[in-house]
């Protein structure tokens, strides 16, 4: 059975979609998924798996009917299902030809505490940005340069 939070406990919820050149994904990315569930970084809610074949088919399969589903095993057992097919297959369509992508919503667990104390006092989060891999990047480099 489904683990349901407490929506007034719950911290920032997230979406990542990761990209794979080919359709040939392996799962070696659940490990360290993994390790980020069990040392209370996050907690997975939902993962899927993308594929647009070569003459542009696009489709989703849910990680427990995917052929690398042992991989992903102990990462399934709360889902919540914030994604509905529409949502999936609207990000499948969007893949170029011969990809494939996984997805993955995870609740910053780290973060739960801070988001019940911001509701809890009446606040409430009205902007959220992630600043880019490139920028940060471009930032430690130009550090390195000085």
Known sequence: MTDIPDPDTVGPV????VLFEGNNFNGDVA???AELQQNG??????LAFL??????EAAFVE???????????????????????????AMADGLDPDSSALVVVWENSWASRLASAI????????????????TVA???EALQED
């Open 14 to 17: 997230d979406v990542a979609v």
């Open 31 to 33: 490990p360290a998924i």
């Open 41 to 46: 970084t996050v907690r997975i809610i939902d």
């Open 51 to 56: 594929t647009k074949s070569a003459d542009g």
């Open 63 to 89: 990680v427990e009917d995917a052929g690398v589903s042992d991989a992903f095993a102990e990462l399934t057992e709360s889902q919540l299902d914030l994604l509905s097919d529409e949502d999936l297959m």
């Open 119 to 134: 509701r809890g006092s009446g606040g409430e989060v009205v902007s959220y940005l992630r600043i880019p891999h490139e």
């Open 138 to 140: 471009t930032a430690i």
